[in-house]
């Protein structure tokens, strides 16, 4: 993979005459459209984070990052340059208000989150549009589980869904030890010892020789019900990205996102609240893995760009996002801090009448932009350009690499 030399990456920050050719400009230059952010200056956007590193508790032998140790995502060789500037959202919204504040220097172990409340009149830091839901959540059913172990030393347990509104085998990936299915561990209609063992109902871990299951139908309920002061869980709604994660491509950020959710899960400190990235089967956001290739040619032709991202970034059908609330609701959640740039995300997963509450909003970040790896490509910075520039996506200042 050709680099850019951080002289063209000023070029590019400098001149969209320099951007790849299939990234197109939106039609409004304006970077701030609701003209709030227009008084942001470079002091605004400076950093007053000191040094520290976002994940000084990754320094835990048992946690590599999964960027680091994962074989089949390529980490570049170039050095860290700052992203172009045109690349950082300026749409800031004013300090303490819901879903603006800047995460505090204290929090800068964590991942870093933003309170958010979509219940507010003036949108609580949840976006501007308002989604299309469905008026009954669809249904849902875990029918297995089992344990993980993962290259990078963390452990999750994959849950597949059934429901019955498509035949896609929708997944949760659950990382930490309490969070647990109320429909694969309800005792159901036949049920015997070894069928639960072999689905995954049971406490604690499996042995050899193991024969009970160790739920005796109401305990678990009792013990893993949802507890008013807990943390509430890291949640990341994931759409299947064939290209992304699979053959390593470098036309969008779904496998290094996908890779930084499972670390920031598997962080010590994630340990008790645990995470869950729902892991929807709708490559290219529906449209399909042919129609998302056709699109990518369109893009390589130069022309019609506009049409060719509309096919790509095909907006996300309300079925999933139904789907993502039913799974999160049978996993045992109400509130949750949601993994995302994507403001207009948040009432999309909170359901049709708020059944999932967003209590905050954590940043992805991409790691190039950090100096923790990942990758840089023209494509995938044109896709990102498309993604703040006409999807609301928020980059902030902390993706600024130091
Ligand atoms: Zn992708």
Excluded at 148 to 163: K, Q, V
Excluded at 326 to 354: C, F, H, S, W, Y
Excluded at 391 to 401: K, Q, R, S, T, W
């Amino acid at each position: 993979m050709p680099g850019f030399t951080p002289e063209q990456w000023q070029g590019a920050a400098a001149s969209d005459s320099q951007l790849p050719s299939f990234y197109s400009p939106p039609a409004n230059a304006d970077p701030s459209p609701d003209g709030a952010d227009a008084d942001l200056n470079n002091d605004n956007l400076s950093l007053s984070i000191p040094p520290a590193t976002t994940t000084t508790s990754n320094t835990a032998n048992d946690n590599p990052s999964p960027s680091s140790s994962t074989p089949s995502r390529p980490s570049s060789a170039i050095p860290t340059n700052p992203p172009p500037p045109s690349l950082l959202s300026p749409a800031f919204t004013p300090p303490s208000t819901p879903g603006t504040a800047t995460p505090s220097n204290a929090l800068l172990s964590e991942p870093r989150s933003i309170p958010v409340d979509s219940s507010l009149p003036t949108g609580g830091g949840c976006g501007s549009k308002h989604p299309r839901l469905l008026e009954a959540l669809p249904e849902v059913r875990c029918s297995v589980r089992a344990r993980i172990p993962t290259t990078t030393g963390a452990e999750m347990f994959l849950h597949l869904y059934e429901n019955n509104i498509d035949k896609k085998e929708h997944l949760a990936i659950v990382f930490g030890d309490n969070i647990r299915s109320k429909s694969l561990d309800t005792w159901q209609p036949g049920d015997t010892e070894l069928e639960r063992l072999k689905r995954g109902a049971y406490t604690g871990r499996l042995y050899p020789g193991r024969v009970h299951s160790g739920i005796d139908g109401t305990q678990h309920m009792e013990e893993h019900g949802q507890d008013g002061n807990k943390v509430p869980p890291l949640v990341r709604i994931h759409s299947e990205c064939y290209t992304g994660e699979t053959v390593w491509s470098a036309r969008c950020d779904c496998g290094e996102q996908l890779d930084e959710a499972a670390r920031l899960m598997s962080l010590p400190s994630s340990a008790e609240a645990g995470g869950i990235i729902i892991y929807l089967r709708q490559e290219g956001r529906g449209i399909g893995l042919g129609e998302k290739l056709k699109a990518y040619n369109l893009q390589d032709l130069g022309n019609d760009t506009v049409e060719a991202n509309l096919m790509l970034r095909h907006p996300a059908d309300a079925r999933s996002y139904g789907l993502a609330t039913a799974m999160l609701i049978d996993l045992g959640q109400r509130d949750i801090r949601l993994l995302t740039n994507n403001p207009d995300k948040i009432r999309a997963v909170e359901g049709p009448n708020r059944e999932i509450v967003v209590k905050e909003r954590v940043a992805m970040v991409p790691l190039s932009w950090k100096g923790k790896g990942g990758f840089r490509a023209p494509e995938v910075e044109g896709y990102l350009k498309t993604k703040i520039e006409k999807m609301g996506h928020m980059l902030d200042v902390e993706a600024l690499p130091r």
